[in-house]
């Protein structure tokens, strides 16, 4: 076993050492470990060295063999060692020869290196030159816009230089700065654009009158050639709608790349003759494009639409407040209207030029805010107008601001309403002023005949009043129309006040129905209440006298005759016939029916105080004796002022006259009873009353003579008939007669009522008494006077029985 062990060790080492002897020193770490890790590392040592013996009697073997060619090969070397220090020698020399001669060509090497160097940096600079001098200049271009004002190409450029420059050269720092400054930018030209946008509606709002005149103006122009060729058909040229017209207009600098802000361009006042151009053509709307542009560019769209609207309701609620003395003259409404239209002008521009910024509700919105306000403003203003022709100026002026509108599409039914409500105040200060035109007439009227002496006047005054007469066109000149000069005059008057009307339906686009309707309306207000009122006044006047109330009645009874005249006036200039169903009749024939009546009232009452004024001056002596030869003074001058003024009665009508002569002889009869029984008076003597049956008798004499014609016999005198009864049964003495007829509707003195009787007995009684007592206190009475006495007294009492079983 061990022999066997041996042998294998040794095979072993033996491979070792041809592994060592065979393989790469680098690897020979792992042959020897393997050495190592046996226990046999002793014996392979002496194994090695036992080799190693072996490879050195092997290599001195060789070399003693070939020992003659080393020897020969060192004497070779050394030869050769001379050559090659010569060699050296010769290779140093001319090292140092080319050394000193390619200096010059080192240098310029050099410099050629250096050049060559620079050649790529230039080469390499102008490219990235070449790459940032566009991203430099659009920058200096973009400086250059905003300094000059033009905001939205300054945009672009921005936008250009953000996306397309930029970007190629962002590793530069300038570049960085750059894109650090666009925000910065933006917002620079956001806020100088709001700022150009502001400018813009501080302009249009102080200019607003301007435009709005301008738009006025021009919807004036077309009404005029709309009326030239309504009036001649055949004429078919001319201008068109102001829609239509403004629809198209050329606005000048309405480019969002206008390089102008103005605002509002300056236009001399245009000549009545020349073009008015217009209204668009004054405005500059590049600074609300260019704004719109800018803002849509930078995403705030909304933001912009918001602030306009909401800074233009701003100015339409400054717009639609109206001054406080706007009432006061036409310029102060003009310029309110204007300042409107003007405000809506842009706005109706603003909607058809941009796409969203303002839309059809917005406006709607608006124009209802404006409509509302406006109409209220013209309510209370108008109120205080109390001149007929500002009112009518007014109508005119709002009758063009909705003309001028409507022509922008604006509804303006509302207005043309409360131009009727104007309408009616406008009745109102017409019936004001022809209140004082009428005065005007009446007090200066010298209520008596208008006088003509020849054809001229005469055919003058038929002319202004219709009038016709064919006994007076027979008489001869001079003669005498029966009306006073009020007459024409009044009927003129109510045909201007007709004209007057008729001039505010104008362009109220009315019916002829409704403008016939409202004139009626109108002109029975002027004949119902202010002429009816005018005339009562006259008649009512404390200094008027019988003269001028009696002309009244004949001028009132020929203006009553004149109603029909002016229905065919009215007929005339409005085409409607007076049949058509539901239009209104004229009330002229009741108000001057009112007024003759009035007037005919107030001769009753004159003519009964100037009765009254006379009995004033009656001066009965209640206890005179005997009565006096003829009738009192007072009456005789009564009669005379009665028989004249009675005389003056001619023109009346009969009846008229009638009832006034019969009203004052039944007033002197009654104030003639009440004379009589006045308890004032309380005694009365059979002289006295002797002496009242005179002025009686003269009375019923005037009632006979007939100092109005058309009484049927006795009736006038009828009037005394009380007095005439109660002094004949006194005169006579005839109370048997009386007392026994009593209550028969054939008594004889049936007027005669028994308490007016007791009342006259008494005071005869007492006359009786006191003479009596007076010829003899103590003494009996004598036999005739008791006797008679005693009659009285029988009297007394029968009639106090009368009067108590009346009462029963």
Known sequence: MAELESLETAAEHERILREIESTDTACIGPTLRSVYDGEEHGRFMEKLEARIRNHD?????????????????????????????????????????????????????????????????????????????????????????????????????????????????????????????????????????MSDLKDFLESIRKHSDKIGETAMKQAQQQRNLDNIVSQHPRISGGKRSKKEAGSDLEVKNTSPM???????????????????????????????????????VLGARE??????????????????QPPSNMHETLDGYRKYFNQ???????????LHTTQGLVNRAYIDELWEMALSKTIAALRTHSSYCSDPSLVLDLKNLIVLFADTLQGYGFPVNQLFDMLLEIQDQYSETLLKKWSGVFRNILDSDNYSPIPVTNEEVYKKIVGQFPFQDAELEKQPFPKKFPFSEFVPKVYNQIK????????????????????????????????????????????????????????????????????????????????????????TKLYGTTT????????????????????????????????????????SDYLVDLIGFLRSTFAVFTHLPGKVAQTACMSACKHLSTSLMQLLLEAEVRQLTLGALQQFNLDVEECEQFARSGPVPGFQGDTLQLAFIDLRQLLDLFIQWDWS????????????????????????????????????????????????????QKLIDTVAKQLRGLINSHHS
């Open 496 to 583: 201007e006040f007709i004209y007057a009307c008729l001039k505010f339906s104008e362009d109220l686009h009315l019916s002829s129905t409704e403008v016939d309707d409202m004139i009626r309306k109108s002109t029975n207000l002027l004949l119902t209440r202010t002429l009816s009122n005018c005339l009562q006044n006259v008649i009512k006047r404390k200094n008027v006298g019988l003269t001028e109330l009696v002309q009244i009645i004949i001028n009132t009874t020929h203006l009553e005759k004149s109603c029909k005249f002016l229905e065919e006036f009215i007929t005339n200039i409005t085409n409607v016939l007076p049949e058509t169903v539901h239009t």
């Open 303 to 320: 933001t912009f639409e918001n602030y306009y609207r909401k800074q233009r309701r701003k100015q339409a609620r400054l717009v639609l």
């Open 57 to 193: 009697r092997e290599i001195e073997k060789m070399c003693n063999f070939h020992y003659q060619g080393f020897v020969d090969s060192i004497t070779e070397l050394l030869k050769v060692r001379g050559e090659a220090q010569k060699l050296k020698n010769q290779v140093t020399d001319t090292n140092r020869k080319l050394q000193s001669e390619g200096k010059e060509l080192i240098i310029a090497m050099e410099e050629l290196k250096q050049c060559r160097l620079q050649q790529r940096n230039i080469s390499a600079t102008v490219d990235k030159l070449t790459l940032c001098l566009p991203v430099l200049e659009m920058y200096s271009k973009l400086r250059e816009q905003m300094k000059s004002k033009r905001h939205y190409p300054a945009l672009k450029t921005l936008e250009h230089l953000e996306h397309t420059y930029l970007p190629q050269v962002s590793h530069y720092r300038f570049c960085k700065v750059m894109v650090d400054n666009i925000p910065k930018l933006r917002e620079e030209i956001k806020e100088v654009s």
């Open 340 to 350: 409107i239209v003007g405000f809506f002008v842009v706005e109706d521009h603003i």
């Open 592 to 631: 001057f029916k009112d007024a003759r009546h009035a007037a005919e009232e107030e001769i009753y009452t004159n003519l009964n105080q100037k009765i009254d004024q006379f009995l004033q001056l009656a001066d009965y002596d209640w206890m005179a004796l005997e009565p006096g030869s003829r009738a």
């Open 737 to 788: 007669t009386y007392l026994a007829d009593y209550g028969q509707p054939t008594c004889k003195y049936l007027r005669v009522n028994p308490t007016t009787a007791l009342v006259l007995l008494e005071k005869i009684s007492r006359v009786m008494r006191d003479t009596s007592r007076k010829n003899n206190v103590f003494a009996q009475f004598r036999k005739n006077e008791r006797d008679k």
């Open 258 to 296: 206008s390089e102008q802000d103005s605002g509002i361009l300056d236009v001399e006042d245009e000549e009545e003759d020349e073009e008015v151009p217009g209204a668009q053509e004054l405005v500059d709307f590049s600074p609300v494009y260019r704004c719109l542009h800018i803002y849509s």
